[in-house]
């Protein structure tokens, strides 16, 4: 299923989707997709790459903006991984894409927001950039 997956989304390299297309055209099978991989609970299994995500589409507000560039993301990163021949990375993105698209395209065609989803994604990114930061100012210090 997996492979599937990631061809799916490769399937989509060097093409520009727009987002009505992406959530009127290529929704049922993105949340065919999201079902598979729920019945197989791995959406369980990388809740936490999930919510990281999602999170970090909030950073757009627009609706339409998020869903095509997390798509085009999505492309991105499974081309990516495929050519470094990284499967773990290709099966963690093909998982965790498919599932924030799905939510996003829910989204989009009902204009409702999981609000609980929604917070808890924006909690989850939140601490991963305030762990980027200190990092980083780790390293500033050094360059002084």
Do not use: C, P, W
Request: no cysteine.
């Amino acid at each position: 299923m997996i492979e599937k997956i990631s061809d799916y989304i490769y399937s989509f390299k060097n093409k520009v989707v727009e987002a009505k297309d992406i959530a009127s055209k290529y929704d049922s099978t993105i949340s065919e997709f999201a079902e598979a991989i729920k019945k197989e609970s791995l959406d369980e299994e990388f809740k936490e790459n999930f919510y990281t995500i999602l999170g970090y589409t909030y950073r757009l507000d627009d609706i339409s903006q998020r869903l095509f560039f997390t798509f085009q993301e999505a492309v991105y990163a499974i081309d990516l991984d495929k050519l470094m021949k990284n499967d773990e990375s290709l099966r963690v993105n093909s998982i965790v894409y498919i599932l924030v698209l799905d939510e996003i395209i829910k989204e989009y065609n009902t204009k409702e927001i999981n609000l609980e989803q929604k917070n808890k994604a924006l909690e989850i990114y939140k601490k991963i950039e305030e762990r980027k930061a200190s990092e980083n100012k780790k390293y500033h210090m050094y360059q002084n």
